[in-house]
């Protein structure tokens, strides 16, 4: 019982970090209707930004906070710049833009920082008062951290003006530029905050994992299927697809087929959630008149 305790724990810590990587994707395709591939690379990139401000001598919450400010001004110039002239593209011309992105990030994180893995600190220390019986310090640290920019980004979007236009230029494009927003702008800012969210989970990741410049593949992969388990038109819906996939990778994992076979789990639930309800467990079913 303990043993199986112990897997359910570890697989909630897991997913609010697989349920941080969904919110990320989320947030764009609300806004464009559009997977961003990228989303692992562009995490991982801005988690090689703080790994070498540590080893220049920064203090980690000065890289941290440092690095989610980047990520936020990079995700909002990337689509100022590149992916702002192909708002009304073929979906095809995007989907290639995105595995461009995905490709080049990639490549300059193998380039700039190379491709040996390196330890990334973390900022629990592993005697920590916060570790308890089932959780370590760093996975009780890394859940608090991505608790606050979740409830953070909640009241964000509930009530601040800025928030609402976002929600507004989302939901209905057209309407909100006849009531005066710049629906362009505010799909910037959902790159940015997209971008951000992402640094904070690959920043908390990358003790566990490593870091290289693959690191987030696997993490992008568990992400996807948990923002189409929870439906991929909401936000909620999307962390809890999160906490759903890490306890069910655990379990699985543990009991049914082994740790070598774990990223399966995901491929599954994307297959079985795409074929029986791809509209997700909390996510709106779209009717067309025609």
Do not use: C
């Given at each position: 019982?303990?043993?199986?305790?112990?897997?359910?724990?570890?697989?909630?810590?897991?997913?609010?970090?697989?349920?941080?990587?969904?919110?990320?994707?989320?947030?764009?395709?609300?806004?464009?209707?559009?997977?961003?591939?990228?989303?692992?690379?562009?995490?991982?990139?801005?988690?090689?930004?703080?790994?070498?401000?540590?080893?220049?001598?920064?203090?980690?919450?000065?890289?941290?906070?440092?690095?989610?400010?980047?990520?936020?001004?990079?995700?909002?110039?990337?689509?100022?710049?590149?992916?702002?002239?192909?708002?009304?593209?073929?979906?095809?011309?995007?989907?290639?833009?995105?595995?461009?992105?995905?490709?080049?990030?990639?490549?300059?994180?193998?380039?700039?920082?190379?491709?040996?893995?390196?330890?990334?600190?973390?900022?629990?220390?592993?005697?920590?008062?916060?570790?308890?019986?089932?959780?370590?310090?760093?996975?009780?640290?890394?859940?608090?951290?991505?608790?606050?920019?979740?409830?953070?980004?909640?009241?964000?979007?509930?009530?601040?003006?800025?928030?609402?236009?976002?929600?507004?230029?989302?939901?209905?494009?057209?309407?909100a530029r006849l009531v005066g927003i710049r629906v362009s702008w505010m799909l910037g800012l959902g790159w940015g905050l997209a971008a951000a969210i992402g640094a904070v989970a690959g920043m908390m990741v990358a003790p566990i994992v490593f870091l290289d410049p693959n690191m987030m593949a696997g993490i992008l992969l568990y992400g996807f299927a948990a923002a189409l388990l929870g439906g991929i038109d909401n936000p909620l819906g999307a962390?809890?697809?999160?906490?759903?996939?890490?306890?069910?990778?655990?379990?699985?994992?543990?009991?049914?087929?082994?740790?070598?076979?774990?990223?399966?789990?995901?491929?599954?639930?994307?297959?079985?959630?795409?074929?029986?309800?791809?509209?997700?467990?909390?996510?709106?079913?779209?009717?067309?008149?025609?």
């Amino acid at each position: 019982m303990e043993a199986l305790l112990f897997q359910i724990f570890s697989g909630l810590a897991n997913g609010i970090i697989y349920g941080s990587v969904a919110l990320a994707l989320v947030m764009i395709y609300q806004a464009t209707h559009h997977i961003n591939f990228a989303q692992g690379e562009m995490a991982t990139f801005s988690t090689f930004i703080a790994w070498w401000l540590i080893q220049t001598g920064w203090p980690y919450w000065a890289a941290f906070f440092f690095t989610v400010a980047v990520s936020f001004a990079g995700g909002l110039l990337l689509q100022r710049i590149i992916l702002r002239p192909i708002e009304k593209a073929p979906v095809m011309t995007n989907v290639i833009v995105f595995i461009g992105l995905l490709l080049i990030f990639n490549a300059l994180s193998g380039w700039i920082f190379d491709h040996t893995i390196k330890s990334f600190e973390s900022p629990f220390p592993k005697d920590s008062v916060l570790a308890t019986k089932y959780f370590s310090a760093h996975q009780l640290g890394s859940a608090g951290v991505l608790l606050v920019v979740l409830v953070g980004l909640f009241a964000f979007f509930k009530f601040t003006p800025v928030g609402l236009a976002m929600r507004a230029a989302a939901q209905n494009p057209d309407s909100a530029r006849l009531v005066g927003i710049r629906v362009s702008w505010m799909l910037g800012l959902g790159w940015g905050l997209a971008a951000a969210i992402g640094a904070v989970a690959g920043m908390m990741v990358a003790p566990i994992v490593f870091l290289d410049p693959n690191m987030m593949a696997g993490i992008l992969l568990y992400g996807f299927a948990a923002a189409l388990l929870g439906g991929i038109d909401n936000p909620l819906g999307a962390v809890i697809g999160g906490f759903i996939v890490g306890v069910l990778e655990n379990l699985l994992g543990a009991y049914v087929i082994g740790t070598e076979l774990k990223l399966t789990v995901a491929l599954v639930l994307i297959v079985a959630t795409l074929t029986l309800k791809p509209a997700g467990l909390f996510g709106k079913k779209v009717v067309v008149r025609v």
